[in-house]
């Protein structure tokens, strides 16, 4: 069923328009429309080529399709106009009174005068054969609607999962590095740490020249190692990064990156001077990068855009992201992101201003001292 399905997504969405307008033509010819009187093959031969359109005007070439109905009693176009119309959109009301249109087309005796011979009864249980008709495709175009929702559904989770896994994997590194970090700081530091000091003794109550020539050797290797040492405990309580390097804390010169792997299609607009403060920098960063990291995991096909800016003695950054296009999906989460922007920005004297805006979207707004340390 798959290999089946896989084959007919190869075909080109053009040829299969075609051959439904063919097979719509040779259904009317089949139901003798095209003996009718010249006023009708207009209507006919005009409800079969709005098929060719339906992809890009489904209610529109459902409505061209009426006067099919309305002439034949069963007719592939309008049930083909339905179908799309119900694979594309969303309002179920307006779903519900095409059904109906489509019912009352089919169920009225064409031409009118003729209604008095068919009789009310009669036409009523036209109405509801026509009904069930016509509700047939509209199930089968939601049922496709929801498969494709559902699939994409799917494959957000599994790229929501696969992000978590990383950021997993991430921290069990970061843990281990800092257990690393603190075994050589309490073990091997403190050891070489007494070597130096005994050195130290033996270079000045040594009993000859090479004794103290030695211990001063000892003495210099020692506190060269001390030095080496501290500067890799440091890289190994360096947080994040990938396993097979060591990264040092971002900055601003890092944002372009940010915004370019975010996923999220952002705008960065602004500059900020070279004499921002490190920490400052930082916190500018982590602000953006967990906006971005909310805009897409709470507000799918949203746009986003990141402002630098400065206001006298003050910097800061503010995110700004549009409605979401698509329901979000339910992940889990600490919603402790923000709880911790705002403790960073209130360690540097800044403020963190986060909330809804009237257009529907979100908007996340540091303010930090330009010297913050």
Not at 97 to 116: D, M, N
Not at 184 to 207: E, K, R, T, Y
Request: with cysteine; charged share 20%; net charge neutral.
């Amino acid at each position: 069923m798959n290999r089946a399905r896989a084959l007919w997504e190869r075909v080109p969405a053009p040829v299969v328009d075609m051959v439904l307008v063919a097979v719509a033509a040779v259904d009317v010819w089949l139901l003798n429309l095209w003996d009718d009187t010249p006023p009708g093959v207009a209507p006919a031969s005009l409800g079969c080529a709005a098929l060719a359109f339906r992809r890009r005007f489904p209610l529109g070439a459902f409505l061209l399709t009426l006067p099919v109905a309305l002439t034949e009693p069963v007719a592939v176009a309008p049930l083909v106009a339905l179908f799309t119309l119900a694979e594309r959109s969303r309002n179920r009301p307006l779903l519900a009174g095409c059904v109906a249109l489509a019912a009352v087309a089919s169920s009225v005796p064409w031409p009118l005068a003729s209604f008095a011979e068919v009789g009310r009864t009669m036409t009523l249980i036209d109405f509801v054969y026509s009904l069930a008709t016509a509700v047939a495709p509209v199930l089968f175009g939601q049922l496709l609607q929801a498969h494709r929702d559902l699939a994409r559904r799917l494959v957000e989770i599994e790229e929501a999962r696969e992000h978590e896994r990383a950021l997993h994997a991430q921290a069990m590194l970061a843990r281990e590095r800092a257990q690393l970090a603190r075994e050589m700081h309490d073990v091997v530091s403190h050891q070489v740490s007494l070597i130096a000091v005994q050195a130290g003794a033996l270079q000045v109550a040594g009993p000859d020249a090479n004794a103290q020539e030695a211990a001063r050797t000892i003495r210099s290797l020692s506190v060269t190692t001390l030095d080496e040492l501290r500067t890799m405990v440091t890289l190994l309580r360096a947080s994040g990064g990938d396993a097979t390097e060591l990264t040092p804390q971002p900055t601003l010169a890092d944002l372009h990156k940010l915004v370019e792997s975010s996923g999220t299609h952002t705008q960065l607009k602004g500059e900020l001077p070279p004499t921002v403060g490190t920490p400052a920098q930082r916190a500018l960063y982590r602000t953006v990068q967990e906006a971005l990291t909310n805009v897409r995991k709470h507000a799918p096909g949203a746009t986003a855009r990141v402002e630098l800016w400065q206001d006298g003695d003050d910097v800061g950054v503010t995110v700004t992201n549009t409605p979401p296009t698509r329901p979000s999906l339910s992940l889990p989460g600490s919603h402790q992101g923000l709880v911790g922007l705002r403790e960073r920005a209130d360690i540097l004297h800044g403020t963190l201003e986060a909330g809804p805006t009237t257009e529907g979207g979100y908007r996340v707004r540091l303010r930090i001292p330009l010297n913050a340390d």
